[in-house]
């Protein structure tokens, strides 16, 4: 069976693990917390950035740091994953869902406009499949009614909008490191702060809520309880796995990009033909390579599809089910019906995409697909 996914090893993860373990620091913040935190900041012009355990966390100590309260309304996409909903829904928020695009499974930002009410406080969008939403105009409409914007772009290392970094733009901005994204620490994930209005207290929240990395820094000469706060930061291991990946993120990258590539170029005549349609990049954006889909013309063809790809060992897999719809929120849910979110839900199906996926699997893989469509 070729699997989905299969989390690629550099080669170094041991090493540098090995070496964490017996520097004798192993909890958080230590060397390879700020070597991590150091590449991203130098690279992705990310004023400052925390490494987490989670991309979830990272989300959580966004909704402490925007003061979310009781009844605020938080306007997200439905389509995406529960955490950039369940981060603000556990400390009281209101969540408003917004359609995609057509064409697109992003946020589309008309759709933003319409829900904004004398109660909304932040838009959160997600990057869906690493390429960008339309920053410029959302960060517009956000200027224009006083909301903060937070970057859901667990999904967005290394890809760009207008030349910018996808989380650079955003107030806040978050990443993720589980094993199923590019770069890869087991669980793992980064809070990035670009307003610096948040960057102590982001530290202070990332501490227990304590000003210890002040006090490690020699600001303060005692360190205690000044906000609220939880445990937040990943130890040392996980660190150290994470800066042996970072170190080849180039070669990662390329490689993902070269297998999107050759989806993208093998399965064009079926897009020609009408029978699937394959993933569109605004101009403004670019790719990273982080998921490879197809839309099928309806959820039975969708499905039908699986289950041919699986009688001939290919695991492929559809992807989220609209937020509003879910058992959770279905009767909370008080808005439109959103047909763009529900569209990608039913038809998205996603290919295999690792760094180890043989030539040999794509062409069985592409093959197996132009097969069912004849
Ligand atoms: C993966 C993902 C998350 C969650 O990341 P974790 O690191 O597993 O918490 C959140 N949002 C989006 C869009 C994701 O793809």
Redesign the pocket.
């Known amino acids: 069976m070729i699997p989905f996914n299969k989390p690629y090893l550099t080669g170094k993860e041991a090493d540098y693990l090995y070496q964490a373990v017996y520097s004798g620091k192993i909890s958080g913040n230590g060397l390879y917390t700020k070597k991590c935190q150091r590449f991203f900041e130098e690279n992705y012009n990310f004023h400052k950035t925390l490494l987490?355990?989670?991309?979830?966390?990272?989300?959580e100590m966004c909704s402490i740091l925007l003061n979310i309260k009781e009844g605020d309304e938080i306007i997200i996409p439905s389509y995406?994953?529960?955490?950039?909903a369940n981060a603000f829904v556990l400390r009281g928020a209101v969540i408003k869902f917004a359609d995609s695009y057509p064409d697109n499974p992003n946020i589309n930002p008309k759709e933003i406009e319409k829900l904004i009410t004398p109660k909304t406080k932040v838009i959160v969008v997600?990057?869906?499949a690493g390429i960008a939403c339309d920053m410029d105009v959302i960060m517009e409409v956000a200027k224009k009614h006083n909301l903060y914007v937070v970057e859901?772009?667990?999904?967005a290392v290394d890809s760009y909008y207008k030349k910018q970094p996808l989380g650079s733009i955003g107030h806040l901005a978050?990443?993720?490191?589980?094993e199923?994204?590019n770069i890869i620490s087991g669980?793992?994930?980064m809070l990035v702060v670009n307003d610096r209005q948040f960057a102590n207290r982001a530290e202070i929240i990332w501490e227990k809520g304590t000003n210890r990395t002040a006090f490690f820094r020699g600001e303060v000469d005692k360190y205690g309880w000044v906000d609220l706060g939880s445990s937040f930061l990943p130890s040392e291991i996980v660190s150290a796995f994470l800066y042996a990946q970072l170190e080849n993120l180039n070669d990662i990258q390329t490689r993902r990009k070269k297998i999107w590539d050759y989806y993208f170029q093998n399965l064009k005549p079926l897009e020609i033909a009408g029978k699937i349609k394959l993933p569109y990049i605004p101009e403004y954006a670019t790719n990273n390579g982080h998921i490879f889909y197809v839309i099928c013309s309806s959820l039975s063809e969708r499905d039908a599809l699986i289950k041919h790809l699986r009688n001939h060992k290919v695991h492929a897999v559809f992807h989220y089910l609209s937020l509003h719809k879910s058992p959770y929120y279905n009767d909370k849910y008080e808005g439109e019906p959103l047909t763009n979110s529900d569209y990608f839900s039913n038809n998205l199906l996603r290919l295999p995409l690792f760094y180890e996926l043989s030539e040999e699997n794509l062409q069985h893989i592409v093959k197996t697909i132009l097969a069912f469509f004849e």
Do not use: I, N, R
């Open positions: 987490t355990t989670s991309c979830t966390d990272a989300l995406t994953f529960v955490s950039t997600v990057h869906y859901d772009a667990a999904q978050t990443f993720s490191f589980h199923t994204k669980e793992g994930g």
